[in-house]
């Protein structure tokens, strides 16, 4: 057939569902009948005639090309499909202006709205109530929740910040006065008034309070803001024994904006309880992923009865030089571990450190 001569006639649409599309346009794409997708009938001549939908075909044509570049990008990176989902959250999160400083959202775990009511929720709960010594990550939404940490007289243990000067520090209330406390929930307040602990510390941690960028509750999948520092500090408390698999993990954030949840939202969070996803295929899940256990809200509390296994350590064959090298407890941790052994860990492969955070402030 002489490609050349061909003559498109009507009625007929492209399909290029099923074109080796990979950034370059397909040379011919598979023709489909218009008699499944009808979308020419004019009136002209007092005939009927039909033309082409030109608005119709283009926004076909765009949806479609953006199917094949994120499958294009999946396929070149297995965690593609993380960055597909954050970017979805930071981007709402920032067009609606549901969170608050720090601003922008993008590369952090955002400080949603009425942060500080889903930590009141967390307070009430039995798992919160009966812990003596609670993890909480150091990000902005979780302010919150280590004040009442420290305020009810509980142990508050929290890592210092990308584990870039140490590991862990550990801060009771008697170490600071009721009126420094607020202080102490801050990166800086926890230098100044914490006890930094080592690998060797004897600690058992009752709760861990992870930050999350998107869970789904019906699993309890997390994702974080790509950095992996919840999973590399949950695996050092695993060596440490300091946790196991029974230590309930705790997100909060302001999830819910499936209709299925939206019968228990209040009007005044509704729109913003936007961090809540379906879409978080656990067949997709590294080794290290931390599910969680429980999610707080402003608006409710959430068991999901996760089955995804929780992580055992740390796992060297998947972390890669450059996180290593970013990280100098790891590094100490590498280097005991394969004395003791008298055997070399393995490394995992090279990758590009994702960006962090741009600091700027907006209302």
């Known amino acids: 057939m002489d490609l050349h001569a061909f003559r498109f006639s009507y009625p007929f649409t492209l399909n290029i569902h099923r074109c080796n599309y990979n950034y370059n346009p397909p040379s011919l794409c598979t023709l489909r009948s218009l008699s499944t997708n ?14 082409l939908d030109e608005a119709a075909f283009e926004a076909e044509r765009l ?14 990176d ?11 959250i930071w981007d709402t999160m920032e067009a609606r202006n549901f969170a608050n400083n720090p601003r922008p959202v993008h590369h952090r775990i955002p400080n949603f709205v009425g942060a500080s009511v889903a930590a009141q929720k967390m ?15 150091p990000d902005s939404p979780q302010k919150q929740v280590r004040f009442l940490t420290l305020s009810d007289g509980k142990k508050l243990l929290t890592p210092q910040p990308r584990l870039r000067t140490g590991f862990f520090s550990v801060l009771e209330s008697n170490m600071v006065s009721l009126g420094a ?19 060797d510390e004897k600690i058992k941690v009752d709760l861990i309070v992870i930050g999350s960028v998107a ?31 029974s230590t309930p ?28 996803v379906d879409d978080i295929p656990v067949e997709k899940l590294l080794i290290h ?7 707080c809200t402003p608006t409710q509390v959430i068991f999901t009865n996760t089955s995804i296994p929780k992580p055992q350590g740390i796992y060297w064959d998947k972390l890669s030089p450059e996180k290593l090298g970013q990280i100098r407890i790891l590094r100490e941790l590498k280097k005991r571990i394969e004395q003791e052994t008298g055997q070399k860990l393995p490394t995992g492969p090279s990758e590009k450190l994702p960006p962090t955070a741009k600091r700027s402030r907006r209302g």
């Open 215 to 245: 869970v789904d509750p019906t699993t309890g999948a997390r994702l974080g803001k790509g950095e992996g520092f919840a999973e590399l500090e949950y695996g050092m408390l695993r060596y440490m024994g300091a946790i196991d698999d």
């Open 289 to 295: 992923d931390v599910p969680v256990d429980i999610i």
């Open 123 to 137: 307070r009430e709960l039995d798992v919160f109530q009966v812990a003596q010594c609670v993890k909480v990550n």
């Open 249 to 276: 993990i705790v997100t909060s954030g302001s999830f819910g904006s499936f209709p299925a949840f939206a019968t228990s939202l209040s009007h005044s969070f509704k729109l913003h309880d936007c961090q809540l």
């Open 181 to 199: 406390i607020n202080e102490a929930c801050t990166s800086v307040g926890v230098a100044k008034y914490g006890r930094a602990i080592g690998l």
């Open 78 to 88: 297995p965690k593609a499909w993380k960055w597909i989902i954050r970017k979805r």
């Open 38 to 51: 009808p979308r020419f009938k004019v009136e002209a001549g007092g005939k009927k005639k039909e033309v």
């Open 63 to 76: 949806a479609l090309d953006a199917e094949a570049r994120r499958a294009a990008a999946e396929a070149a």
